[in-house]
């Protein structure tokens, strides 16, 4: 196509689409709206995609999935793909895990289209922050027991500053990205005053039929993590909510949550 032609194109509408914490039923209506009328479709890991060829018949798919510490495709080439498919004309569908605006790089990829002109639209997805704790039946905030909760990102070693925030704050924790510095986070939490009976469950696997939920209190979480050796991708949840999951007993530091969610008929 020559230069004059492409330039007399319309750019096509970018729509990031939240895609839940990988469940198909958590999908919203909205995204798989969007997916139908999709042209293209760049699609994250963490996604709901099994079904992606059945909701987005007509689109070409593309997986710029990212394992973690390896990113499969740079963000810069992302963004890149993104705009080059909509400056072609093409409705683009960015599929993310989750919702778009946590720790999803949404602005990024907004930003990169609104510097072009190109018309951009957000659907939002259900959080796993949110979602992942309540399908192993913790709630982020509880009457009496809870009443605020914070989303952190584990990526990095949090410093003194937030580390001391985060105590004085109280409520619920919720950490993303977590179990490389969770031993860290655990510690600093513990330096700043949290008391070591505070409980915590890391979510493993969310939504997936190898899901796995381990309990510990924060006194004995290095010795539980040597233990179970938890992996990504994972929630953390450390607050007094957790005991509010089918009336769990702490007694024991390393307890499978599921088995007893199911012996409670949860
Ligand atoms: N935008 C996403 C989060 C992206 S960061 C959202 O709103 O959910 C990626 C992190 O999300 C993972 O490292 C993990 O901490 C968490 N995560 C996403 N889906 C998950 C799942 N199904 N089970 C456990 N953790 C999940």
């Not at 196509?1 to 198909?24: H, K, N």
């Not at 963004?79 to 409705?91: K, M, S, W, Y």
């Not at 993303?176 to 009976?197: N, S, V």
């Amino acid at each position: 196509m020559s230069e004059r032609m492409s330039a007399q194109i319309d750019p096509g509408t970018v729509t990031l689409v939240g895609g839940g914490p990988g469940d198909p039923d958590l999908m919203t209506v909205g995204a798989l709206k969007a997916l139908a009328a999709a042209d293209v479709v760049l699609c994250d890991r963490l996604a709901p995609r099994d079904q992606l060829a059945e909701w987005a018949p007509n689109a070409l798919l593309i997986d710029v999935g990212k394992t973690p510490g390896h990113h499969a495709v740079p963000q810069e080439e992302i963004n890149r793909l993104i705009v080059e498919h909509a400056l072609a004309g093409r409705d683009v569908v960015r599929l993310k895990g989750g919702d778009p605006f946590v720790f999803g790089r949404g602005g990024e990829e907004i930003g990169a289209c609104r510097e072009l002109g190109i018309p951009t639209r957000v659907i939002p997805g259900v959080t796993s922050a949110i979602a992942v704790p309540a399908s192993v039946g913790v709630p982020v905030t509880h009457r009496e027991v809870s009443r605020a909760f914070t989303v952190i990102s584990g990526h990095a070693p949090l410093s003194a500053d937030e580390l001391d925030g985060l105590v004085k704050v109280g409520g619920t924790i919720v950490v993303l990205m977590g179990i490389g510095t969770l031993p860290q986070l655990g510690a600093g939490l513990l330096r700043h005053g949290m008391r070591e009976t505070m409980p915590l469950a890391i979510i493993e696997r969310g939504f997936h039929p190898e899901r796995r939920t381990t309990l510990a209190t924060l006194g004995d979480l290095v010795r539980v993590l040597g233990e179970v050796q938890p992996r990504s991708p994972a929630i953390v949840v450390i607050g007094e909510v957790v005991r509010q999951s089918a009336g769990l007993s702490l007694s024991k530091s390393s307890v499978d949550i599921d088995s007893l969610l199911a012996e409670a008929g949860a």
